[in-house]
């Protein structure tokens, strides 16, 4: 077969003019993320602003119930060795769970199986203007009418100020790990390239959180912990365009700045492509298949992973063009003549 297998396809060598482009490019990603600012800041109102909280960021109830029967207590007079070991329990059906607290007013119900499955978490919203313990109780009585036989474990109530405390905790932790990435490719490279790096991440996180707020997506923890994941992945991309960018500083000493970036990128252009276009495809089955708790996350990680390759290409590179590299003065290096007499 002529194109088998596909990924033949792919020329292993290109020429495209990236840096030709970099004006129009730049002018859409500040125009893009400004919109995305907006939409996540707009209105001014805590804790999540144009965000659609979850309940990690907003409060509320969490029950924890289980189908497994109560621990056997000794009796007086009896050892450990003689306690009966546990009875394992029926499969908790999540989806008559979700279907079962849908359409009561207790915004986006979560539910998280645990241990062998026959435990469970429900997370849930108490309306307002309605007391919280009367609202967990009323829970507690349409799951026991859905599901006899189940015990409840745990419960607690999360408020708005631990909440609010939660969410600038996960917004610390999006900025550390970015100013961690700038010393890191500081280190590795120069200052101009960990500028370029951060200025793409940033560039991925707004759009990210823009695409969250466009959607009216829910955010939570599981969405930080995607888009720390989309850092990483990002970060990963720029560094493997820096790093041949500064082979190619190093063997082209006199080529000028913009055809050593183009020169750079395309050369590692094919392995950008195969790398992303991997991940997405296994987000894609993951979102399909993977039900209504790791659609979100899904999606948000192939939105990421396309927006981080744009931004190594786009962004990142480009930054480093407008504020120049340090390059050695050396002539290159001329091919050795072979035949020619040798001087001493």
């Known amino acids: ?114 241990g062998d499955g026959s435990s469970a978490m429900v997370r849930f919203e108490t309306p307002k203007g309605k007391d919280a313990n009367a609202v967990k109780s009323e829970v507690r009585r349409t799951l026991e009418s859905k599901m006899p036989g189940i015990r409840f474990t745990n419960d607690a109530t999360v408020g708005a100020k631990v909440s609010g405390e939660l969410f600038l905790s996960g ?42 707020a466009l959607f009216d997506m829910e955010f939570s923890l599981t969405t930080i912990a995607a888009i720390l994941t989309i850092i990483g992945y990002s970060m990963n991309d720029t560094v493997v365009v820096f790093d041949r960018l500064r082979e190619n500083l190093r063997k082209y000493k006199r080529m000028p700045l913009r055809e050593v970036i183009d020169l750079s990128v395309n050369e590692t252009l094919s392995r950008t492509i195969i790398t992303g276009l991997t991940a997405v495809l296994a987000l894609t089955g993951l ?41 050695g003065v050396e002539d290159e290096p001329e091919p050795i003549k072979f035949g020619a007499a040798s001087r001493p």
């Not at 490279?189 to 996180?205: C, M, T, Y």
């Open 1 to 114: 077969m002529k194109f088998w297998p596909l990924i033949k396809i792919i020329p292993m060598k290109t020429n495209f003019r990236f840096v030709a482009f970099s004006k129009y490019a730049a002018g859409i990603s500040v125009a893009l993320s400004i919109a995305a600012l907006a939409a996540v800041l707009i209105p001014f109102e805590g804790p999540c602003g144009g965000l659609n909280c979850g309940i990690d960021f907003r409060g509320g109830t969490i029950l924890e119930f289980t189908t497994q029967p109560a621990p056997a207590t000794a009796t007086p007079g009896q050892g450990a060795a003689n306690t009966a070991p546990a009875t394992p329990g029926k499969q908790i059906d999540l989806g008559v769970v979700r279907e079962t607290l849908s359409g009561r007013g207790l915004g986006e119900v979560g539910v998280q199986a645990y």
């Open 287 to 327: 979102a399909v298949f993977g039900g209504e708790a790791l659609f979100g996350f899904s999606v948000i990680m192939i939105v990421g992973i396309i927006l981080g390759t744009y931004s190594s290409i786009y962004v990142a590179a480009p930054v480093i063009l407008l504020w120049g590299v340090k390059r």
């Open 171 to 212: 917004i610390l932790a999006l900025l550390v790990a970015i100013g961690l990435m700038l010393v890191y490719i500081w280190f590795r490279f120069e200052l101009q390239f960990g500028l370029g790096a951060v200025i793409g991440l940033f560039h991925d996180v707004f759009l990210t959180f823009g695409m969250i």
